[in-house]
T-cell receptor
């Protein structure tokens, strides 16, 4: 398996534009997590899914952020409209089903987002 | 919810010396404590973890200790090497929670 795949690796956009980040989890993994990494706050959990269903979105900063998982092999994180304070590295991670190591996260390479 | 504090935020160590990174957690129900290593420009990767039924775990040059009473756990790296330079994150959860809470990270620099 190629691991968790994220795209794009880098995204530069202007304030007010819509940004869509994409993630393909490891096949067979039941859990998918979206994290945001900044120098000030480290790794923050934004939202996570179990079997494509959003379980906890309490970390989503505000209504400008939304996430979907239409099937077991694809998820998106959308920011609309984007703001400079959204600049960060966004990581997607997946983990196996309960009882087989759900607690061990496999991270993607991240998307470096810069909002000008 | 769980709150994890990590210290120090930066640490410089002479090559060959030991490094220690400490974390405290707030939720006494937490029972799983992993450590992730993130090299510059790379993704975080799990390097070692410990469950609350043990006090210490070792894997070659790295070890983790857990004090449940004091609610803190530590990462120990001995005989440090340049490739140990990275950001290290601690985390905590309990198995009924399904999500990890991470510390803010420690940037470890090994000085040749």
């Amino acid at each position: 398996d190629a691991g968790v795949i994220q795209s794009p690796r880098h995204e530069v956009t202007e304030m007010g534009q819509e940004v869509t980040l994409r993630c393909k989890p490891i096949s067979g993994h039941d859990y998918l997590f979206w994290y945001r990494q900044t120098m000030m706050r480290g790794l923050e959990l934004l939202i996570y899914f179990n079997n494509n269903v959003p379980i906890d979105d309490s970390g989503m900063p505000e209504d400008r952020f939304s996430a979907k998982m239409p099937n077991a092999s694809f998820s998106t994180l959308k920011i609309q409209p984007s703001e400079p304070r959204d600049s960060a590295v966004y990581f997607c991670a997946s983990s196996p089903p309960p009882g087989t190591g759900w607690e061990k996260l496999f991270f993607g390479s991240g998307t470096q987002l810069s909002v000008l | 919810g769980e709150n994890v504090e990590q210290h120090p935020s930066t640490l410089s160590v002479q090559e060959g010396d030991s490094a220690v990174i400490k974390c405290t957690y707030s939720d006494s129900a937490s029972n799983y404590f992993p450590w992730y290593k993130q090299e510059l420009g790379k993704r975080p990767q799990l390097i070692i973890d410990i469950r609350s039924n043990v006090g210490e775990k070792k894997d070659q040059r790295i070890a983790v200790t857990l004090n449940k009473t004091a609610k803190h756990f530590s990462l120990h790296i001995t005989e440090t090497q340049p490739e140990d330079s990275a950001v290290y994150f601690c985390a905590a959860t309990n198995f009924g929670n399904e999500k990890l809470t991470f510390g803010t990270g420690t940037r470890l620099t090994i000085i040749p």
